[in-house]
């Protein structure tokens, strides 16, 4: 397929003030296969967020393309519920993370104390990988006995050997959470057994697990296993996806009375991974089919487009006391976008930066973003950086544009009084 034609327009300032200014330059880029409009004064935000083609029966979902995290497909993303076991996916990534840091090592051994036997082993009923009281488990079988078998007491005696106690471990879960870019979710335990303090939007669920699979393939593969023996006790992957739908290979189910039936899952299709997250449905056959529904879904309808290629110019940005006045934009990476194959899909693009840019800089400073808007969602978002280096300006361009910028701060001060 050939690139697209590109017409630019000058950058448009939506939020002028000196030396900060929320900077959004238009792009106009004109598609054989759909057009892709930038209307710098038009915002998404309060749009209705359902995507036509599909008719979604959990109360909560969303589908994501895990490459550039853009949404198919959402609905009630935002809500906050109670997890249930899919909040394992939290515990599962602090521990990967101490690992890849060195703190722990896969071949520790950590105890099975009373209080994770009894509450989350086999006397608590519950998803267990049947550890028994008092016996040594490495750090990788309780990886396996938490991931694939979903046991409550193998991730509690992760959080007791790691933290202290259950609860210290839930607050370090929540600090991680927030330096991933989770910035709702909440934590009280390290299982998702009820408690108030356990709560998680599909959306921030979705975004974890794109995490967990672009940060930790070695261990990824953990969620594709389909069994795993314990204890002389064999127990299969509770995931109902690896044995249903093509290419699936992750990632976690969960329920508790106060959450419904939900599930987290992703499939890789013509080299393409889609992620689902849903919540709240009745049932664990609802469950499973409208998971599997919906990435059936996106797989049959969406394919991956280029909308810019790496290293093309996509706009400029305003320079503040330069040696010039503007510099082009571009990515270092293609910006692909999922798109439906009809063709149908309206995109709007726009280049987001803080600005005028202060000179001097050097060639590939990240300056800002591109966001491409596949209707009311934010199908990729994308850094965008300095095509080329621009030097320190002379003293009268750096008083120009010195006056220039303090004018327009006072005309917005005086306008926002009015």
Known sequence: MALPTLRFHRPVVTTARPLRAVIAAGVLVALGWSGVIYAANNSVQGAKK????????????ILTEASSGGVLFEKNADELRAPSSMMKLMTAEVVFHAVKQGDIKLTDEYRVSENAWRKGGAPAGGSTMFAALNSKISVDDLLHGAIIQSGNDACMVMAEAIAGNERAFAEMMTKRAREIGLSRSTFANSNGLPDPGNKMTVRELATLARYIIQTYPEFYKLFGEKEFTWNKIRQFNRNPLLNSLEGADGLKTGYTKEGGYGMVGSAVQNGVRLIVATNGLEDSEDRAT?????????FRNFEVRTVFAANQTIGYAKVFGGDSRSVALSSHEPVNVMVQKNGNDKL????????????????????????????????????????????????????VDGATELAIGLFRAGAEKL
């Open 348 to 399: 709007i693009a726009r280049i987001v930066y803080s600005g005028p840019v202060r000179a001097p800089f050097e060639a590939g400073q990240k300056v800002g973003t591109v966001k491409v808007w596949r209707g009311s969602n934010v199908a990729v978002e994308t850094p965008v950086y300095a095509t080329e280096a621009v030097g320190r300006g002379s003293t009268i361009r750096r008083a």
């Open 290 to 298: 409208e998971a599997k529904k919906m990435l059936e879904w996106g």
């Open 50 to 61: 359902e995507e036509a083609g599909f008719d979604g029966d959990a109360p909560t979902a």
